[in-house]
Structure formats: structure tokens, C-alpha cells
């Protein structure tokens, strides 16, 4: 099983975590989180990524980020091997929600898992008129006027 350490701005990253232990509450031990603080240095915050990561007792962890290139990311890019550990940015909930459900897949696998769910979860909902009419632009003729 595959262990998931969320790391991002305070307090993206517990706020994630908590999300996603509302939906799997079985989870816990294998979702971790932390929220790199705006006044915290880079090398403390990666000190306590490898204390997340070793306690997560996990042979392999992916880890997501929120912004590529920020801080929360830089601490990450120093954290992961590329082996045993790998980084996705971008993190969202349908991205967390599709990793933990696929935990027990190997670590690549769950990296196209976790890429998938992101993706698939941002969609463009279409508002719909009621009962599902056309909506009609104010200025339109009404239908039965006739012009001659």
C-alpha cells in the first residue's frame, strides 16, 4: 500500500487532508499532511517532510503539491527520489479522493490514477433553465409575434 504526503501553503494542505479523511475515514495512516507555513524556512520545512515521510511507515509515497515552482513544491522536489517516492503539482480533491482509492496500486500507476482524477474532476457545469427550456435573451421576440 502506497502511502500520500500532502504538501502546501498553511493551510491548503490539512484542509485536504481533512476532506479526504470525511470520505475515507479508514485512511488516516496513510494520508499525511503539511501546511508550509509563510514565515517558516525552506530547510525546516523539508526537515518535517522526512519526518512525515519515515512515519508514514510506507514503502512508497506519492506526494502533491499545490504550485509548481512555490515553495511548498521546492521542499518537495528535495524530498522525493523518483523511485520510491514521486510529486505531482496541482493537487485537488478529485485528485486525493481517486489516489486513496486506489492506494494499493503500484506507485506509477497511482501517479496516472492521481493525474486522472485531477483532470476529470474539473468540468464545466452547465446551468439548466427550469424544466430544461431554452433560455431566451430579454430582447428576443416572443415566438408567436409575427413579422411581416
Not at 521542499?75 to 479522493?97: E, I
Request: net charge neutral; proline share 6%; hydrophobic share 45%.
Amino acid at each position: 500500500m502506497n502511502g500520500i504526503l500532502i504538501v502546501a501553503h498553511a493551510p491548503l494542505a490539512s484542509a485536504l487532508r481533512a476532506c479526504v479523511l470525511h470520505v475515507f475515514p479508514d485512511a488516516a495512516d496513510a494520508v499525511a499532511a503539511l501546511d508550509v507555513q509563510p514565515n517558516m524556512p525552506p530547510e525546516e520545512s523539508l526537515a518535517q517532510a522526512r519526518i512525515l515521510l519515515r512515519q508514514s511507515g510506507q514503502r512508497q509515497t506519492l506526494v502533491v503539491t499545490d504550485v509548481f515552482g512555490a515553495t511548498p513544491c521546492n521542499v518537495a522536489q528535495r524530498l522525493v527520489d523518483g523511485v520510491n517516492s514521486k510529486l505531482l503539482t496541482g493537487v485537488n480533491l478529485p485528485m486525493l479522493l481517486r489516489t486513496v482509492s486506489y492506494r494499493h496500486e503500484s506507485l506509477d500507476a497511482l501517479v496516472s490514477r492521481a493525474m486522472i482524477g485531477a483532470t476529470q474532476g474539473v468540468i464545466q457545469v452547465a446551468v439548466t433553465a427550469p424544466q430544461n427550456q431554452a433560455r431566451r435573451a430579454p430582447h428576443d421576440q416572443d415566438l408567436r409575434d409575427h413579422q411581416q
